[in-house]
């Protein structure tokens, strides 16, 4: 492997941010706070949702949200085995089952006739993955849900800026999970998001979040008795803190313009890599707007995958493959007995696909040397 010259990611980080750190670091107030406040409301402003309740991560949102909603031991939950781990990990954390519908090759989400063929009277809820930041066919899945009396969580960790027929997915019922981990749209180095458009279930996931305690200790501060607290809902440890938040605000006020800059790179990708045959470049949404958090190509079956990422690696270019479906795991196919064949669409694109260098920093420079080596590497891997 050479040098890295692109990587695949890099976290968009300024003055600006470190500034607000050491702003929080100074205030003497580091735990959840007023930061986390002001995030929260500027994150529900912009997806469009009545309310944002931030958190540890996108997989304690997703956890969060089905214990919320009740769902648990006994229950199943279907999702996309073709994701991060942490989607189902957040099922079976909750005590369901994780139950797995297979994907369009084409888009790489899950599949609203595969989930129809999963739904069973133990069946809860749905949790699509806006895989890439491409939507799920959500007008679909909410008429399935509606039909089978089933909940909505979207795992929307890659979809802070997806849309789906003009709405975003933060606005959709009933709930949506989003991830601020280092390499996402918007990070806090690490951290999470849940909308809720239900004011009873957005203070019941308040509550929850830490520690199902009624008043947290900010809320207290002005309070006569501040030490007295009552623990009225199971709790867990899922709280933001204050110095994650302060980070999160200066994202959100460059958020139009990183999303921009994404959506240039793509096109410049899709323009300059259009005409080569073995490759398929991932297609717009037609109804609806994708965030390219990642930006996933699929080769021909005629040219080995690993064999390009390591050409690639050779002229300094980082790729990455999303994702290794879950069924081929140790782990799901030991305790779900799971096998290789089970979810063909997702195991093909498995097979096909490769994450090329997208993140708002890049220069256009990166951007036509990332061209550059594919072309050329494609050019080598085909020469005889
Ligand atoms: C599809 C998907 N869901 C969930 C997660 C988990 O996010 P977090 O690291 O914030 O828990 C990730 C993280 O990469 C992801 O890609």
Known sequence: MGQIRVPLCRPFIGEEEIEAVAEVLRSGWLSSGPKVE????????????????????????????????????????????????????????????????DIDPETLNILPEEIERKVTPKTKAIMPVHIAGYPCRMGEIYDIAERFGLFVVSDAAHAISTEYEGVKIGAMKDLNCFSFYATKNVTTGEGGMITVQDGELASRLRLMRL????????????????????VVERGFKYNMSDIQAAIGIRQMEKLNWMQRRREEIARIYAEELGSIDL?????????????????????????????FIARMAEKGVECGVHFIPLHLHP????????????????????????????????????????????????????AG
């Open 211 to 230: 520690h199902g305690i009624d008043r947290p200790t900010w809320a207290r501060r002005r309070s006569g008795r501040r030490w007295y607290y009552e």
């Open 38 to 101: 002001e995030f929260e409301r500027m994150f529900a402003e912009y997806v469009g949702a009545q309310h944002a309740i931030a958190t540890s991560s996108c997989t304690a949102s997703l956890h969060l949200s089905l214990v919320a909603l009740g769902i648990g031991e006994g229950d199943e939950v279907i999702t996309s085995p073709f994701t991060y781990t942490a989607t189902a990990e957040a099922i079976i954390s909750s005590g369901a089952a994780p139950v797995f519908a």
């Open 279 to 307: 490759i398929r470049l991932p297609s717009e949404p037609e109804r609806g707007r994708h965030s390219w958090h990642l930006y996933i190509i699929q080769l021909d079956e005629r040219l080995d995958r690993d064999e």
């Open 331 to 382: 782990y799901y196919r030991k305790r779900f007995g799971l096998k290789p064949g089970d979810f063909p669409n997702a195991e093909g694109a498995f097979r096909r696909v490769v994450t090329l260098p997208l993140f708002p920093g890049m220069s256009d420079e990166d951007v036509g040397y990332v061209v550059e080596s594919v072309k050329s590497v494609i050019n080598h891997m085909t």
